[in-house]
């Protein structure tokens, strides 16, 4: 069964950096479109970026461009989101979810939980 | 960007009846790239319709999925307890970013 498992959540102030990472496991992930989507507490689904197989394809929702940065490292089957100059509407689950067929999204990691607050 | 808006908000209905769910997109969704999401309290959302219309592995036969250009459907045709849910479609047109819907509660009547 493919498992996805974030790790890297947690509390920082605003203005602040963190580093999501995301261990993929029981398929072939290089060759597999890989994003982030969030979820504020109470609220709906947010996409927020997405990666290519080789990595040299990458996009950002709007409010994210130029603060964070979504890579990865095929050979440890890992998806990252560095996340710099973070504000409080950054609080959110953030799911690392595997690309799927016609733009879905199937498979779906936990969760970790991201608080940007003071 | 395209914006989905699902109606409605919420939805009471009892178990064994039958569950119709809409999505309007502000503009035609390209190519039937449309899908359907399951989301629990507490848990992840599950993908279960693809292609506005093809069930996701594992899915019930009672899911279904309808609709082209701008308007989409998800159907549960006889409701089991544990369908009772927030539902969420979801876009991916020629290009990003994916958009969801602001979803449906499904409750129980």
């Known amino acids: 069964e493919v498992q996805l498992v974030e790790s890297g959540g947690g509390l920082v102030q605003p203005g602040g950096s963190l580093r999501l990472s995301c261990a993929a496991s029981e398929f072939t992930f290089s060759t597999h479109w890989m994003s982030w989507v969030r979820q504020a507490p109470g609220k709906g689904l947010e996409w927020v970026a997405n990666?290519?197989?080789?990595?040299?394809?990458?996009s950002y929702v709007d409010s994210v461009k130029g603060r964070f940065t979504i890579s990865r490292d095929n050979a440890k089957n890992s998806l990252y989101l560095q996340m710099n100059s973070l504000r409080a509407e950054d609080t959110a689950i953030y799911y690392c979810v595997r690309g799927g067929p016609r733009g879905s999204f199937d498979y779906w990691g936990q969760g970790t939980l991201v608080t940007v607050s003071s | 960007e395209i914006v989905l808006t699902q109606s409605p908000g919420t939805l009471s209905l009892s178990p064994g009846e039958r569950a119709t769910l809409y999505c309007r997109a502000s503009q035609s969704v390209s190519s039937s790239y449309l899908a359907w999401y399951q989301q629990k309290p507490g848990q992840a959302p599950r993908l279960l319709i693809y292609g506005a219309s093809s069930r996701a592995t594992g899915i019930p036969d009672r899911f279904s999925g309808s609709g082209s250009g701008t308007d989409f459907t998800l159907t549960i045709s006889r409701l089991e307890p544990e369908d009772f849910a927030v539902y969420y479609c979801?876009?991916?047109?020629?290009?990003?970013?994916?958009?969801f819907g602001q979803g449906t509660k499904l409750e129980i009547k």
């Open positions: 979801q876009q991916y047109g020629s290009s990003v970013p994916y958009t």
């Open positions: 990666i290519k197989q080789d990595g040299g394809d990458k």
